[in-house]
Antibody
Framework: EVQVVQSGAEVKKPGESLKISCKGSGYSFTNYWIAWVRQMPGKGLEWMGIIYPGDSDTRYSPSFQGQVTISADKSISTAYLQWSSLKASDTAMYYC????????????WGQGTLVTVSS | QSALTQPASVSGSPGQSITISCTGTSSDVGGYNFVSWYQQHPGKAPKVMIYDVSNRPSGVSNRFSGSKSGNTASLTISGLQAEDEADYYCASYTRSITLVFGGGTKVTVL
């Protein structure tokens, strides 16, 4: 059974760093892309970027380039989304999702990781 | 890149058909047949309903169908049911080798 499982909710202060994770199982992790999607409170979905764990090929939406870093450790079938200095505006639900091709679709989604940034 | 344009809300009575539009540009929707549609119920992760403009994943009801004309893609839900009440998002591949979502449409079953 294909599963995509994300790490738990986080509460951080502005300026702190954070790395959240997304673990794939039940399929060949290195043969599928993992995308990250942001959903701010009460708002729509925003595609942030994508990584191919097989060779770490990574693409970013222009809106998120330089704001976050996407990485993956294929030895443990896990992808990551990280921030070096969080802002209050980073408060959102973050989803990861598996994609067979960079063009989509995202067929299996994680349960989401809620990140709250507040002083 | 700007988000694709969707109506904020669409409503219909049980049994009726509704259509949600998704308008982009020749750099995304109009340039590629890689439009997908996602359904999201409150507090849940999105679920793909249509991919590559008009293909349905296994397990998705045939009441959902997709199409495209020029820079506008459409999702039609026929035989509207109470369980279809949710937010719907389109997404398209773009010239920048990325994806972009629409702003989302809230579907209400009257």
């Amino acid at each position: 059974e294909v599963q995509v499982v994300q790490s738990g909710a986080e509460v951080k202060k502005p300026g702190e760093s954070l790395k959240i994770s997304c673990k794939g199982s039940g399929y060949s992790f290195t043969n599928y892309w993992i995308a990250w999607v942001r959903q701010m409170p009460g708002k729509g979905l925003e595609w942030m970027g994508i990584i191919y764990p097989g060779d770490s090929d990574t693409r970013y939406s222009p809106s998120f380039q330089g704001q976050v870093t996407i990485s993956a450790d294929k030895s443990i079938s896990t992808a990551y989304l990280q921030w070096s200095s969080l802002k209050a505006s980073d408060t959102a639900m973050y989803y990861c999702a598996r994609q067979g091709l960079v063009r989509g679709p995202a067929d299996y989604w994680g349960q989401g990781t809620l990140v709250t940034v507040s002083s | 890149q700007s988000a694709l344009t969707q109506p904020a809300s669409v409503s219909g009575s049980p049994g009726q058909s509704i259509t949600i539009s998704c308008t982009g540009t020749s750099s995304d929707v109009g340039g590629y047949n890689f439009v997908s549609w996602y359904q999201q119920h409150p507090g849940k992760a999105p679920k793909v309903m249509i991919y590559d403009v008009s293909n349905r994943p296994s397990g998705v009801s045939n009441r959902f169908s997709g199409s495209k004309s020029g820079n506008t893609a459409s999702l039609t839900i026929s035989g509207l049911q109470a369980e279809d009440e949710a937010d719907y998002y389109c997404a398209s591949y773009t010239r920048s080798i990325t994806l972009v979502f629409g702003g989302g449409t809230k579907v209400t079953v009257l």
